[in-house]
């Protein structure tokens, strides 16, 4: 099957412009999540979609950042305006099931590295 | 936030030798999965090993678990080089939506 697609794959821009990341995940798969790993550190959750409702996205800094996930298919994150620190590698991963339902782990898509000038 | 924590940071060995990752984590859970990322590269899911079970094996990987200590270790049996990566442990603590908390992950090197 195809994996999780994510695009750009590389994002350069300049503090206080705006950027968006675009993921295709796994034909089927319901549970969508965006995922930031700051350099040297593991992956921080987002935001997480079930569908196309929100599950939560209490990581998620409002403020500047938004997501969709239209029809329950593909999603977009947004950053606006991007600050120094969210340079970052932003994740997409998708899964058939969560929690007691869960017999295979997630399948992430290769990132977007963001680098904020 | 995150709720693994990987122990070594790093590890480097040579090939042939064995490599054992530690976690440990904070509050129940669900399961516990283990990850490997390569340099730039997204994160691949390696096992699966659910709160009711103790030990699973996966090719050259052993996985255990101990709830009571809340804590898991990863073991690679006859690294190869191409073992080279960093793994991480994540878990589902069953809170809202059951989304996967990651640790910092341990930086393994395998050289020849």
Known sequence: EAGVAQS?????????????FWCNPISGHATLYWYQQILGQGP?????????????????????FSAERLKGVDSTLKIQPAKLEDSAVYLCASSSGTGE????GYTFGSGTRLTVV | SQQGE???QALSIQEGE?????CSYKTSINN????????GRGLVHLILIRSNEREKHSG?????????????????TASRAADTASYFCATDAGNSGYALNFGKGTSLLVTP
């Open chain 1, 44 to 64: 921080k959750l987002l935001i997480q979609f079930q569908n196309n409702g929100v599950v939560d996205d209490s990581q998620l800094p409002k403020d500047r």
């Open chain 1, 8 to 20: 750009p794959r590389y994002k350069i821009i300049e503090k206080r412009q705006s950027v968006a």
């Open chain 2, 60 to 76: 050259r990987l052993r996985v255990t678990l101990d709830t009571s200590k809340k804590s898991s270790s990863l073991l690679i």
């Open chain 1, 101 to 104: 339902l869960i017999n295979y």
């Open chain 2, 6 to 8: 990987e122990d070594p």
């Open chain 2, 18 to 22: 064995n490599a054992t990752m530690n």
């Open chain 2, 32 to 39: 516990l999965q283990w990850y490997r990322q390569n340099s």
